[in-house]
């Protein structure tokens, strides 16, 4: 099951785009990367998902390169909303056990 | 369309005692996951299951934990006896598959004093 390192926090300003980047240099062939947002007193919630080069959707983007060892989360324009704990995972396809959380990305959006 | 509901939200038990969890995922959601989230720290899978099997039990303490999965459908997480490191919030999720989009529920916060 490949690990995931990503920072334990960061800190933002309002407006300000957010890149949170994650580790995974045991990356299989066939895993893809999953990002979860987590607000206190509430599970987590499906942000974005993607397999190689560029994904975006309506909350957020996702950029992976070529060797697929990192991902970078990034979060356009942020505000005080956006601040949650923010989970990288890769998906073990073999093994069919995709949601293995981590310690997670604490951003903390400020005014 | 309905969420994934659990009950009861809060648990309050003494060490020792029994407590059971129950989780009615999303309709047709083959994939159901159990995890224990202590606070500070990021969810543990304690189980997951596809369909009516258990696809991932390894870091179930099955001395005291157990969790089935009757028809495919609803769950339900046991916790016998307790003890106090067991307090944490419960989490149950679901997913059509096991690389889909998986939707949590709002969780059980257990306190064992």
């Known amino acids: 099951l490949a690990k995931t390192t990503q920072p334990i926090s960061m800190d933002s300003y309002e407006g300000q785009e957010v890149n949170i980047t994650c580790s995974h240099n045991?990356?299989?062939?066939?895993?893809?990367i999953t990002w979860y947002q987590q607000f206190p007193s509430q599970g987590p919630r499906f942000i974005i998902q993607?397999?190689?080069t560029k994904v975006t959707n309506e909350v957020a983007s996702l950029f992976i390169p070529a060797d697929r060892k990192s991902s970078t989360l990034s979060l356009p324009r942020v505000s005080l909303s956006d601040t949650a704990v923010y989970y990288c995972?890769?998906?073990?396809?073999?093994?069919?056990?995709?949601?293995?959380f981590g310690k997670g990305t604490t951003l903390s959006v400020s005014s | 369309e309905a969420g994934v509901a659990q009950s009861p939200r809060y648990k309050i038990i003494e060490k020792r005692q029994s407590v059971a969890f129950w989780c009615n995922p999303i309709?047709?959601?083959?994939?159901l996951y159990w995890y224990q989230q202590i606070l500070g720290q990021g969810p543990k899978l304690l189980i997951q299951?596809?369909?009516?099997?258990?696809?991932?039990d390894s870091q179930l303490p099955k001395d005291r934990f157990s969790a089935e999965r009757l028809k495919g459908v609803d769950s339900t997480l046991k916790i016998q006896p307790a003890k106090l490191e067991d307090s944490a919030v419960y989490l149950c999720a679901s997913s059509l598959s096991p690389t889909a989009e998986a939707f949590f529920g709002q969780g059980t916060r257990l306190t064992v004093v």
């Open positions: 299951f596809q369909n009516n099997g258990v696809v991932d």
């Open positions: 995972l890769v998906g073990d396809e073999q093994a069919g056990t995709a949601l293995i």
């Open positions: 309709s047709g959601h083959a994939t």
């Open positions: 993607g397999y190689k």
């Open positions: 045991n990356i299989a062939t066939n895993d893809y």
